[in-house]
């Protein structure tokens, strides 16, 4: 696709669309733009401009105005500026496009569903408008769609089936040089004297959010902290023991300042760029040259749930999820504002909701525990509002494919998963961090009890609870389920649902989960989106869904075509 | 040979030789609906009235699920109200296998006990009563839902097989079962059902011979109720399932004399004991002290490695072990001897516990091949000296004879 040139000048004036990879290292869409072109500006485009009205997500907020503010430095270091543009980018462009006689757009490919769909619809315009589209994968470690196709057309849905396919593709692409003024050439930004006030990065204040007493982020934006970060991991990985799975401890669940989950999703930091620079440490400290895949296992998980989500609009759904089993989970409004506001009763689950509304990042075992708590543990609510209303609000690193995928996980919907182990709200937390010191942190009402009775004050005797100024019941409260109860409960349930799913018709708890002996998710053992609402059920020693009429009406068909035969002949 | 099936069926051409549908026999007709789910059925039923009919028979309606949920309390679709007043209406005496699936609304528990009380002319065979979400029975007045099951108990009478786990069922209605059922009754299953005692299910025990399948809470289970169920006139008992579940920390558990639990094996060699825990650490004294005939074992929350070690000791018929829970010790040696002592174990669980590579690794060699399921947690595996994270996999997979690689979490 050429651009329509200006037949006196050839070099094309560029936007580069920046959206998610906030950054200017190993951004090759960016250097494209910037490749043989006039001018190049940089754009972001930010809608709803209202998003602080309900004030939920402003860490999630501030750290994207946060990275936006450390673009705009760079890119100043650069003679250049960011461009903050209110509005969608289907309304903007075809303005942007006239006003500054561009000839190019160039972005990070988006494997999300959503992504793909809003990318195509800019691709038309552009086409429209004469405008050459460049895309470029550096979001992702590898072409997602080259893994599918590996794999028959259908994403893995494995993690073991995911790291075969990877291992016999090419290894991920060197992150490329970070733009410079030697690559800007004579590529150049015109900015005008009110740049500020038209294309300003806004504050959090103009957003509408109310940041009267906001205590300072635990996690600061921008690619600079990102590649501040990235080093100081590193560090650490080869000074803990020679890079084996480090110990959980207490000090796990407080936020780390070598944490990278936040800075991967919004690309402030490049997963080739931490890839790359994993690979050279390992080598450098084992000696070695071949690193096991399990180093790069938080890259890898984020690149596998990615891959399941990349073909699959509903991913993040129960109902029309091909992928996802159909549980009759609740709908409890009270119980899920519980969870949600941290008041479940349970200081284990309690104080995870809390960091997580205050800070914006939880340690992945807690994700597990409240998760689990949620849905398949005890409440019994949909993996859903989880997903929707809270992490996606609350989580900084909470990105669509990874976060849907996870709670699909954790609640046991998909990806073949044993449903034995449960978190237990109070045993989990205390076998993690036993003095209770997680807790006194972010629950400081329950600082005066005891370790013995932290994580079950509602066991503590009236002394101890009147010693701690902490009357359970009054000043905290109770425990919203009995845990053994609601765990019991929900274990036979999820095992009635899978021993229809996989036919399985014994005692056994493990093999009710139906297995993919080569952990090809292909050939599945099941099909469990197709699961109809039961209407006739057979009676047996056994109650059915009616998965197993769905196997009867295939005969249903044979019969009709034996049938039709009888005309041919 | 295409001729001969031509002139057979004949009389299903019509002139022009196309299929004449309408020409079908019943019996055809009737098995094809068989398979067609309701709405597909109903569908066709709309062709023609001889198709309507069909779909009228009685050998259509002998199953039948009803949905009951609101929409404020549930994703699921509900049976359509008018559809329920049908089949009560037309079918309510073809009915033999039921069940009722309600959401946790008091409104979905009670339209399935306005349901169940007019179910007059109905002989059930099959009657299951499903919580999908909260126990919404046991929100129900108890008289309420009492009267509406004990309408099907009495008009019932061949009763084989019954399902009211979470319900307010009681003694007294208990008995009315089996004044009614006591020849037919094969399977029952009533899990939680906190107004039962053990001289009620004692009763049914005593009465009907014929069951086969058992499943109720540990408070109801009595040595007097083995023994019954080890009687002479009683049948070999198949499944026994027993949860137990701690409703206050520090509960006290009645235990079991060995000499019932050996009256059982004796009278019902092959038959299944499938146990359920969800105790606190210190609430397990009473059991495992001395030998019970488990075969499928589940700690649902944290159990102590003591614990896990008299297991080993106690559970020789152990065939599956599934463990939610430990703590941060290695199982190295009660793991080894429950694959010395437990042979007949082919299925084991561990989530969050710890058993050292090594370890592991022996234990696996000497189950061998009878290991059919082997879901380890990764984090469970702590790497020594031997065998480190990356290798541990080929090592077993070797002694069990397949791939095998351990259950992942997502680092998310």
Redesign the interface.
């Known amino acids: 696709m050429n651009g329509k040139c200006d037949s006196v000048n050839m070099a094309p004036n560029s936007i580069h669309w920046f959206r998610k990879g906030l950054r200017l290292h190993d951004n090759p869409a960016l250097q494209e733009a910037v490749r043989g072109a006039d001018t190049v500006r940089c754009v972001y485009f930010l809608d709803p401009w209202f998003a602080g009205s309900s004030n939920l997500g402003v860490n999630r907020w501030r750290f994207l105005l946060q990275c936006l503010d450390d673009l705009d430095s760079n890119l100043r270091k650069l003679n250049s500026r960011l461009f903050v543009i209110r509005g969608q980018p289907a309304n903007v462009f075809p303005r942007l496009f006239k006003e500054w006689k561009i000839s190019r757009l160039t972005f990070e490919y988006d494997s999300e569903p959503f992504g793909k769909e809003r990318d195509a619809a800019i691709k038309k315009l552009a086409m429209e408008a004469g405008v050459e589209v460049i895309v470029k994968i550096s979001h992702t470690l590898y072409n997602l769609d080259k893994i599918i196709e590996l794999n028959g057309g259908q994403p893995p849905l494995t993690y073991k089936r995911f790291q075969t396919l990877i291992s016999r593709m090419d290894p991920p692409e060197m992150p490329v040089e970070t733009l410079s003024n030697t690559i800007m050439g004579s590529c150049v930004t015109p900015v005008s004297e009110d740049h500020g006030d038209k294309y300003g990065v806004p504050s959090l204040e103009e957003l509408g959010f109310d940041i009267e007493g906001l205590p300072s982020a635990v996690w600061p934006g921008g690619e600079t902290e990102a590649l501040t970060r990235i080093e100081r991991h590193l560090e650490r990985k080869a000074w803990v023991a020679n890079f084996e799975r480090p110990r959980m401890n207490a000090n796990s669940l407080l936020a780390s300042p070598t944490g990278l989950s936040p800075y991967l999703r919004f690309g402030c930091l490049s997963c080739h760029l931490f890839y790359f620079k994993l690979t050279d440490l390992y080598r450098k400290v084992k000696k070695t040259s071949t690193p096991p895949l399990s180093l790069y296992g938080q890259l890898l998980w984020r690149e596998f749930f990615y891959t399941a989500a990349t073909n699959n609009p509903r991913f993040d759904k129960m109902e029309g999820n091909p992928i996802c089993v159909r549980i009759p989970w609740d709908k409890n409004p009270e119980a899920l504002a519980k969870w949600a506001e941290a008041k479940t009763g349970f200081p284990w689950i309690d104080a995870i909701m809390t960091q997580l509304r205050q800070e914006g990042w939880i340690h992945h075992l807690a994700r597990h525990a409240v998760a689990c708590f949620l849905t398949r543990g005890d409440l019994w609510i949909s993996w859903e509002e989880g997903h929707e209303g809270v992490f996606e609000e609350l989580l900084l690193d909470a990105d669509w494919s990874v976060n849907a995928g996870s709670w699909m996980w954790l609640s046991c919907s998909s990806f073949f998963q044993q449903f034995f182990h449960c978190y237990c709200p109070v045993g989990f937390g205390r076998r993690t961090d036993p003095n209770g010191d997680f807790i006194r942190r972010y629950l400081p009402i329950l600082r005066g009890f005891p370790a013995k009775y932290i994580y079950d004050p509602w066991n503590a005797p009236d002394s101890v609870q009147a010693a701690a100024k902490c009357i359970i019941g009054v000043h905290y409260p109770k425990p919203m389920v009995n845990h053994a109860e609601a765990s019991r409960l929900n274990i036979e349930r999820m095992k009635q649902i899978y021993q229809q799913l996989s036919r399985y018709r014994g005692l056994g708890l493990l093999a009710s989960v139906p297995s993919t002996h080569n952990g090809n998710g292909n050939g599945m053992a099941y099909s469990p989106g197709e699961q109809q609402s039961g209407t006739n059920t057979p009676g047996e020693f056994h109650f059915f869904f009616s998965l197993y009429l769905k196997l009867q009406t295939n005969k249903a068909y044979q019969l009709f075509y034996f049938l039709k035969c009888f005309k041919k002949g | 040979k295409?001729r001969l099936?031509?002139k057979r069926?004949s009389h299903?051409?019509s002139e022009d030789?196309?299929?004449d549908w309408r020409q079908?026999p019943e019996e055809i007709l009737l098995?094809?609906f068989?398979?067609?789910?309701?709405?597909?059925r109903a569908f066709a039923s709309q062709v023609c009235r001889g198709w309507n009919q069909t779909f009228h028979m009685p050998e259509l309606w002998?199953?039948?699920?009803f949905?009951l949920n609101q929409h404020?309390?549930?994703?699921?679709?509900a049976?359509h109200p008018d559809l329920i007043k049908q089949i009560i209406k037309r079918h309510s005496n073809h009915l033999?296998?039921?069940?009722f699936?309600v959401?946790?609304s008091t409104e979905s528990a009670e339209a399935a006990c306005d349901i169940l009380s007019q179910l007059v002319n109905c002989s059930l065979?099959?009657l299951?009563l499903?919580s999908?979400?909260?126990?919404s029975f046991m929100e129900l007045p108890k008289s309420h839902f009492i009267s509406a099951l004990t309408v099907v108990f009495v008009n019932s009478k061949s009763l084989s097989?019954l399902?009211i786990?979470?319900t307010p069922v009681d003694d007294p209605s208990l008995k009315v079962l089996v004044a009614n059922n006591s020849d037919t009754l094969?399977?029952l299953k009533m899990?939680?059902c906190p107004h039962v005692s053990p001289a009620g299910i004692l009763c049914v025990a005593d009465q009907c011979h014929g069951l086969r399948?058992l499943a109720l809470n540990y408070h109801l289970l009595s040595d007097e109720l083995l023994l019954a169920l080890s009687s002479e006139r009683h049948v070999h008992l198949e499944?026994l399932r027993i949860?137990v579940?701690?409703?206050n920390?520090g509960q006290q558990f009645h235990s079991i004399k060995k000499s019932s639990w050996d009256a059982m094996v004796r009278h019902s060699p092959k038959f299944?004991l499938?146990m359920?825990f969800?105790?606190y650490e210190d609430e397990f004294g009473p059991f495992f002290r001395d030998e019970v005939p488990v075969?499928?074992l589940?700690f649902?929350?944290?159990v102590s490695k003591e614990v896990l070690g008299r297991v080993g000791l106690t559970c020789p018929r152990l065939?599956?072990l599934?463990v939610?829970?430990n703590?941060?010790r290695p199982l190295d040696e009660e793991l080894i001897r429950i694959a010395e002592r437990c042979r007949q174990l082919s299925?084991?669980?561990l989530?969050?516990c710890e058993v050292s590579c090594s370890a592991f690794v022996e234990f696996v060699k000497m189950c061998g091949g009878r290991l059919?399921?082997l879901?380890i947690?990764e984090?469970v595996l702590v790497?020594d000296n031997k065998y480190g994270?990356?290798d541990i996999h080929w090592e077993v997979s070797k002694h069990l004879g397949?791939?095998w690689?351990p259950?992942?979490?997502?680092?998310?």
Not at chain 2, 96 to 99: A, E, F, I, L, N
Not at chain 2, 407 to 412: A, E, H, I, L
Request: aromatic content about 12%; hydrophobic content about 30%.
């Open positions: 295409k099936l031509r069926f299903y051409y030789g196309a299929v079908l098995q094809i068989q398979y067609l789910p309701l709405l597909d002998r199953c039948f699920e949905e404020a309390s549930s994703y699921l679709k049976t033999q296998y039921v069940s699936k959401d946790s065979k099959t299951g499903i999908t979400a909260r126990p097989s399902k786990d979470d094969k399977l899990s939680s399948e499944h949860d579940v701690s409703e920390p299944n499938v359920y969800f105790l075969t499928h589940y649902g929350s944290s065939v599956e599934v939610c829970a703590g941060l299925a084991i669980g989530g969050e059919t399921q879901s947690m984090e790497p994270p990356d397949r791939v690689f259950d992942m979490m997502p680092t998310w």
